[in-house]
């Protein structure tokens, strides 16, 4: 059975930085294809950022060069980096299993000064 437990979510002002993590059990995160996808008050989820089984990431163009997805293989986990956060930025952040569509609780992002 496959759970996902994301982290890490708060309050921050415009510019500032946050780790979010994806915690999981049932699968091996370093040879998983994962997902992080987003979903803000009144919008439709949207696809944030995806790794491949061999660790190749792809970026959603509005977050390219500020987010970077990392494995934390100790921790079994998929962290999502992000920096130079703008309040478009607010939602609810979740994580994605790619095989077996099994998605954690999410965790809310807020940036607002």
């Known amino acids: 059975q496959v759970q996902l437990v994301e982290s890490g979510g708060g309050l921050v002002q415009p510019g500032g930085s946050l780790r979010l993590s994806c915690t999981a059990s049932g699968i091996i995160v370093g040879i998983e294809p994962m997902a992080w996808y987003r979903q803000a008050p009144g919008k439709q989820r949207e696809l944030v950022a995806t790794?491949?089984?061999?660790?190749?990431?792809t970026y959603a163009d509005s977050v390219k060069g500020r987010f970077s997805l990392l494995r934390d293989n100790a921790k079994n986990a998929l962290n999502l980096e992000m920096s130079r956060l703008k309040p478009e930025d607010t939602a609810v952040y979740y994580c994605?299993?790619?095989?077996?569509?099994?998605w954690g609780q999410g965790t809310q992002v807020t940036v607002s000064s």
């Open positions: 790794i491949n089984y061999i660790g190749r990431t």
């Open positions: 994605t299993v790619t095989n077996t569509n099994d």
